[in-house]
């Protein structure tokens, strides 16, 4: 049988191996970048945040609070009076006594590796994902609101009021209970959450602890930081420094 | 007697679904032909296992895909005012999703915390 080449058969089998390698490799690309929320989180990831109180300025803390709330859509309640109010994130002024050095914190739900909303949840709806961001699971609460009582750092708050048009990614409702949710779905499509967004300065950074080469597990490694009420061994996932 | 039984019984039954308000995308996707949902009698039965069960994934798993997705059922379903351009909630009476659950008087709870309608800026 006559095996000579010639220059037709060449760039039809050629042409032919280009389109085909070009087509697998086009859909690996594809499945790669489809994927990435295919797949349940692990905990091979642990997300947290480090904020440097001696960086974000008292204005910096305000942009975190109306960044949250614009992106989860909270705070324009109409009927909730003073304390029925939602906050996701708060500034709370400490002062040292001693010194008289006032410093701000910008306090949100701290995403403990122990959560004690999580140990006193009567229906499990209050969860912790593998990943470690603590999340409420409305579809399962009841609003017993013991969680809110048992959360050292008061991160959590109530609904008291049927809402409307909520944040399309962000379902709110009358009767249940919600806190920081570290932007969640903004995590999973790999954007940092709302109010690490809004500060501009490295005053907070938001990332993966346990990743050596991310810029808080490098950052945590260098300066001093620390946990508020670390005496309760809850390790959480937010973390300051300069306090 | 037995025949006009089962013209009574045909109309009682398709009476449900007879005026379903299918919303604007829906329609455009039916009128074309093309099959979105494989079997419509399994979606009209087990619709709310499928969106529990994708409920749990998303929430406590972080698996954010299409499919069975709220959103999407929302966004395919809604209906247009016409005349200021706003759209209708789906679970507003005579809208699609409670046009059925309304007829079979079963309560629809999604919507105590879902946005009944897309987002702001698709409009």
Redesign the interface.
């Known amino acids: 049988m006559n095996k000579t080449l010639n220059r037709r058969d060449f760039i039809k089998t050629t042409s032919a191996t280009t389109i085909g390698v070009a087509t697998v490799a086009s859909g690996i690309t594809l499945t790669t970048f489809a994927s990435t929320n295919k797949v349940p989180v692990t905990n091979e990831k642990r997300w947290g945040m480090l904020i440097d109180t001696n960086k974000l300025t008292e204005a910096g803390i305000d942009g975190m609070v109306s960044a949250c709330q614009e992106e989860q859509g909270w705070g324009s309640e109409l009927h909730s009076t003073g304390s029925q109010k939602p906050g996701w994130i708060k500034k709370l002024k400490v002062k040292d006594k001693a010194t008289g050095k006032v410093s701000n914190l910008a306090l949100m739900c701290q995403h403990c590796e122990e959560p004690p909303c999580v140990d006193v949840c009567p229906t499990n709806a209050s969860m912790k994902r593998e990943d470690g961001i603590v999340l409420v699971d409305k579809h399962l609460c009841i609003g017993c609101r013991y969680c809110m009582m048992a959360c050292p750092y008061d991160a959590r708050s109530f609904v008291h009021e049927a809402l409307r048009n909520q944040k399309e990614h962000m379902p709110r409702g009358k009767g249940t209970v919600e806190s920081c949710t570290m932007c969640v779905h903004k995590v999973d499509k790999g954007e940092v959450p709302a109010c690490v967004a809004s500060v501009n300065s490295d005053a907070v950074i938001f990332g993966d602890l346990y990743d050596a080469s991310s810029k808080i597990n490098q950052t945590l490694r260098t300066v001093q930081s620390a946990q508020i009420r670390a005496d309760l061994n809850l390790n959480t996932g937010v973390r300051y420094s300069g306090i | 007697m037995n025949r006009l039984l089962i013209v009574f019984l045909t109309l009682l039954v398709s009476s449900v679904f007879a005026h379903t308000n299918l919303g604007e995308q829906a329609s455009s996707i039916k009128a074309s032909g093309k099959v979105f949902h494989e079997s419509i009698s399994i979606i009209r039965k087990i619709h709310p296992e499928f969106l529990r069960h994708k409920?749990d994934?998303t929430?406590?798993?972080?698996?954010?895909?299409d499919e069975y997705s709220l959103?999407g059922c929302v966004s395919c379903h809604v209906n247009k005012d016409k005349t200021n351009n706003q759209y209708y909630s789906v679970d507003k009476k005579g809208q699609f999703c409670s046009d059925c659950h309304e007829q079979v008087s079963v309560s629809l709870d999604c919507f105590?915390?879902?946005?009944?309608?897309?987002?702001e800026g698709s409009l």
Do not use: A, D, N, Y
């Open positions: 409920r994934k929430l406590r798993q972080g698996v954010r895909t959103k105590s915390c879902h946005r009944t309608i897309p987002k």
